[in-house]
């Protein structure tokens, strides 16, 4: 038996909703025990946490991951490292690689590559259509089979309906969950900005908030029609929110999220035009952004994730429209949501709850909680240490981050997977 006690540490718990001072016992890589007073078993090794946060590990659905394809831009190694270092102790994968994940061997490379690279825990999830084409469904069962978690496109939204409703009927025969991105795609070609006053004055093509609530739309009509476990993957405009309550209350299984970027950010960041800033879907007005942090107060949105998007620098340094989209997250994820607690627009149990906890429940996993017998996947950090981000110091190959050179609270001391310490010296 190995075991180890974490002592002097304030414990958040997403599930009771507190924050309290106390212990916590890891005896063979499982929580044995926590709370204020714990007896300690025979050989047990202490660590004073001198009064860090502790929480539940963060529970990332959404990254991209390079390998297969572009193993330039991110490794499952580097994924890893950064991960690590930002308290994200098991990263879903997003299957839009180069070729797909779409088959069960192509999975099973992702599984072998993940084993043998990365600190933390890696799931993986299948495409939704071969090639992520939207003409004919993958095979739903082998792929679930093989180990996939959830079933997508991404932002290749699948137009034709009745191709979606067999895949939604198919995946709703099996159990599966499937994640949908909520946009039209019509409407959606070739935009990077919101459309509005501040797309117009900088000339940028923009896309109407309404193309998103037109994709949930469709999305919802769907589900209820096929009863399929659906999940949305960034919900980022005031006017999908009324929708998705709806249909929520109306019984559908459903769940959405949102990125961590678009309830830090909105569409001023862009500023001169810095393609960091570019972003699927583009980042929306200030109104936009509060009425989605509120959405994530109120539980309508239920999940936040970093939708880590690696970009390597040549694809960046071209015109704002013309730069591919997307922003690394992993390693910043946790200091840029702690701009939501020192905001005072959520509590440190709330943000766990959305990082951790409930992606956690929405894929069946036992993470996510500080419980008696859960994996002991954890993270310990400073919510309150300042610091100013340097890309280049990012342990993700790609740096696109659109937090280079801001201004940060909240370091990560300390990352344990299954009780191994795998980042930080305590």
């Avoid at 569409?267 to 879907?281: I, N, Q």
Wanted: charged content about 20%; glycine content about 10%; proline content about 7%.
């Amino acid at each position: 038996m190995t075991a180890t006690l974490l002592q002097n540490a304030r414990l958040i718990d997403p599930a009771g909703d507190t924050v309290t001072p106390g212990s916590l016992l890891i005896v063979d890589g499982v929580i044995a025990a926590v709370g204020a007073e714990i007896p300690l078993p025979a050989g047990v090794r202490v660590i004073d946490m001198g009064g860090l946060h502790l929480a539940p590990g963060i529970v990332d659905i959404g990254v991209k991951v390079g390998e297969p394809g572009e193993r330039h831009k991110e490794s499952f190694r580097s994924a890893g490292q950064a991960a690590a270092a930002g308290g994200v102790t098991t990263i879903v994968a997003r299957p839009d690689t180069a070729p797909p994940i779409d088959t069960p061997e192509a999975l099973e490379f992702v599984a072998r590559r993940a084993r043998e690279a990365s600190l933390v825990r890696v799931l993986a999830m299948s495409a939704l259509t071969k090639g992520r084409a939207g003409r004919e469904m993958v095979e739903i069962g082998f792929l679930q089979d093989a180990g996939a978690v959830a079933f997508t496109d991404g932002t290749h939204v699948v137009t034709d309906t009745k191709v979606l409703t067999r895949a939604l009927t198919y995946a709703h025969g099996l159990g599966a969950l499937v994640i949908g991105h909520p946009q039209d795609p019509g409407l959606s070609r070739g935009a990077a900005a919101t459309s509005g006053k501040f797309a117009s004055l900088r000339g940028l093509p923009a896309v109407s908030p309404m193309a998103e609530r037109m994709g949930l739309d469709r999305d919802i009509a769907l589900i209820e029609m096929t009863g399929a476990r659906y999940h949305f993957d960034q919900i980022t405009t005031a006017r999908a929110l009324p929708a998705l309550e709806r249909a929520k209350r109306n019984g559908l299984d459903v769940t959405a999220g949102t990125s961590i970027h678009h309830v830090t950010l909105n569409e001023f960041d862009v500023a001169d035009y810095r393609t960091f800033f570019r972003l699927t879907p583009p980042l929306r007005s200030e109104d936009d952004r509060q009425a989605t942090v509120d959405a994530l107060r109120t539980g309508v949105i239920d999940i936040l994730a970093s939708m880590h998007t690696p970009q390597d620098e040549e694809s960046k340094r071209l015109p704002f429209e013309d730069a591919a989209p997307g922003a690394v997250g992993l390693e910043t994820f946790l200091p840029a949501m702690l701009r939501l607690f020192h905001s005072g627009d959520l509590t440190l149990p709330a943000l766990f709850r959305l990082a951790s906890l409930n992606p956690a429940k929405r894929l069946g996993l036992p993470q996510g909680r500080l419980a008696v017998g859960a994996p002991a996947d954890l993270v310990a950090f400073d919510p309150h240490a300042p610091f100013v981000l340097d890309r280049f110091a990012l342990r993700s190959k790609s740096k696109n981050t659109p937090f280079d050179g801001a201004r940060m609270q909240g370091i990560v001391r300390a990352t344990w997977v299954g009780g191994t310490l795998i980042f930080g010296e305590l």
